[in-house]
């Protein structure tokens, strides 16, 4: 299948900046989207922001104009930029990727969590 490793994670006081990694390897063919969503302590997880293959990008309202998210292609690779971090920011961030991999003599489609990683605002 495929694994995503996520990094970059930490405690940041607010105003203050974080720069998330996500990683994707193992036996792929083609990534169609990368995304990041988080999860809040008694909450539903959210879509944070996601990126396609085309380079289209989509964010949630409350991340527009502070978080920026960008695609390496060649190393299978999201990041998040985060800028201007508020206390309500704070939560687990999951990365996610949707694609084909190869199956043995087969291509099937995935999709796939990273295990998450810890951001945390100060205020």
């Known amino acids: 299948q495929v694994q995503l490793v996520e990094s970059g994670g930490g405690l940041v006081q607010a105003g203050g900046s974080l720069r998330l990694s996500c990683a994707a390897s193992g036996r792929i063919f083609s990534i169609s989207a990368m995304g990041w969503y988080r999860q809040a302590p008694g909450k539903q997880r959210e879509l944070v922001a996601v990126i396609t293959t085309g380079g289209s990008t989509n964010y949630t309202d409350s991340v527009k104009g502070r978080f920026t998210i960008s695609r390496d292609s060649a190393k299978n690779t999201v990041y998040l930029q985060m800028n201007s971090l508020k206390p309500e920011d704070t939560a687990v961030y999951y990365c996610?990727?949707?694609?084909?991999?190869?199956?043995?003599?087969?291509?099937?489609?995935?999709?796939?969590w990273g295990q998450g990683t810890q951001v945390t605002v100060s205020s």
């Open positions: 996610n990727a949707e694609g084909v991999y190869y199956r043995g003599s087969f291509y099937s489609s995935f999709g796939s």
